[in-house]
Structure formats: C-alpha cells, structure tokens
C-alpha cells in the first residue's frame, strides 16, 4: 500500500508557540485525513481534503493540501495545553484502505 | 448514536493462547477496519471488512485474522499468542469505505 511520510516525529512547543507537522507523499494522494489521538484515547478524526491546494480551518487549526496532492501539513497557532496529543495524517490509496502516517506527539509546557 | 463498541476493553493472555476481540461499528456503518497500535510501530492497518467480505490485508501473518458478520459487527482472532503481540487494538468504522473513520476505545492486549 501507499505509504504516508510524516515529520517530526516529536514536538515539544511552550504554550502560545506555533507548531507545524507535516506528511510527503511519493505517489499521488487522493485524499488526506487529519486525526488527533490524545493521551491514553482513541484517535479522533479532524478534517479531510480532497482538492489540490485546498485550505482549511478550525479555529487555531490550520489544514493545507499541496498543489501536487502529494504533501499536507497542519498548523497550530498558539498553542494550548488542550492541544497536547499525537497528531496522524491518512490517506486511502486505490486499494480505498485508510492508511496512517507515523504521527507527531506534540507536548506543549505551560 | 451510540459510537464504536470495543470488547473487551484490557485483556490478559498467555504466550500461546489464542485471543478474540469484538467490534461494534456505529450503526449503518458497514466498513469496519482493525488496526495494531504500539509505542514504537504507530497505526498498523491489520484488515478491513465492507458488507462482510474482507476488503483489505495489512502486513501481518496468518495468525490474524477477523471477520465480519451480517450486522456489520466484527471479530478479530488472533492464535499462537506471542509476546509481541502485546498492544492496543483499534477498531474503526466507516460509512463508506473512505470516509472518515470513527474509532473505538480499543482493547489493550497484553501477553504475558
């Protein structure tokens, strides 16, 4: 199957700092997912994109779809202590199976 | 709606023994898909079921295996338990086969 990039693996952020994660594709994606996995849960889904270039928000959160459909990238502006979690990106490939990246913890320090 | 039902919730097995895990999808959900979490091995995509049939396989040996019955309600078994087997399995489920997931609270394995 395809296989999602994700970078950094870590992220250790002081409250109010940004932070960025990011997922690279070789191939092509058709689509991308964004889910948020905190502590001791479950993952929760977030957002999806389907069109190239296409940019979305929630609030403080910041999703973007590379002109290329082969990367996607998710911004934090200010962080909050609420925001602490693993943060994965996804994507179905032809197969349609749903397929994870690596994901980013993101620790925020008060 | 009542969300993604995973039993049991923590299990205690023994190296060898074998082990079933249950998965109720939200209702009218027909997509159900299992994945293996650990610390180190993040989301591994173990199967998925769409309207009973298995749609999708992971990388993972003939020790696992699932199956999904006619009310979308899934079942993952897995026998010969190693000790590597020991992790969070997450049960997810879906409207259609792309669309966002929705995942249960999983079932923590441990072999001992």
């Known amino acids: 199957g395809q296989q999602v990039m994700q970078i950094p693996q870590y992220q250790h952020v002081q409250e109010g700092e940004d932070f960025t994660t990011y997922c690279n594709s070789s191939t092509t994606l058709s689509n991308i997912q964004w889910y948020k996995q905190r502590p001791g849960g479950h993952p929760v889904f977030l957002i999806q994109l389907v069109k190239s270039g296409e940019v979305k928000k929630q609030k403080r959160l910041t999703f973007q779809f590379g002109e290329a459909k082969k990367n996607s990238s998710l911004h934090i502006t200010a962080t909050q202590t609420t925001d602490v979690g693993t943060y994965f990106c996804a994507s179905t490939g032809s197969a349609r199976q749903l397929t994870f990246g690596s994901g980013t913890q993101l620790t925020v320090l008060p | 709606k009542a969300g993604v039902t995973q039993t049991p919730r923590y299990l205690i097995k023994t190296r060898g023994q074998q082990v079933t895990l249950s998965c109720s999808p939200i209702?009218?959900?027909?997509?159900v898909s299992w994945y293996q979490q650990t610390p180190g091995q993040g989301l591994q995509f173990l199967f998925e079921y769409f309207s009973e049939t298995q749609r999708n396989k992971g990388n993972f040996p003939g020790r696992f295996s699932g199956r999904q019955f006619s009310n979308s309600r899934s079942e993952m078994n897995v026998s010969t338990l190693e000790l590597g087997d020991s992790a969070l399995y997450l049960c997810?489920?879906?409207?259609?086969?792309?669309?966002?997931?929705?995942f249960g609270q999983g079932t923590r394995l441990t072999v001992v």
């Open positions: 209702s009218g959900h027909r997509s």
């Open positions: 997810a489920s879906s409207l259609h086969r792309d669309t966002e997931a929705f």
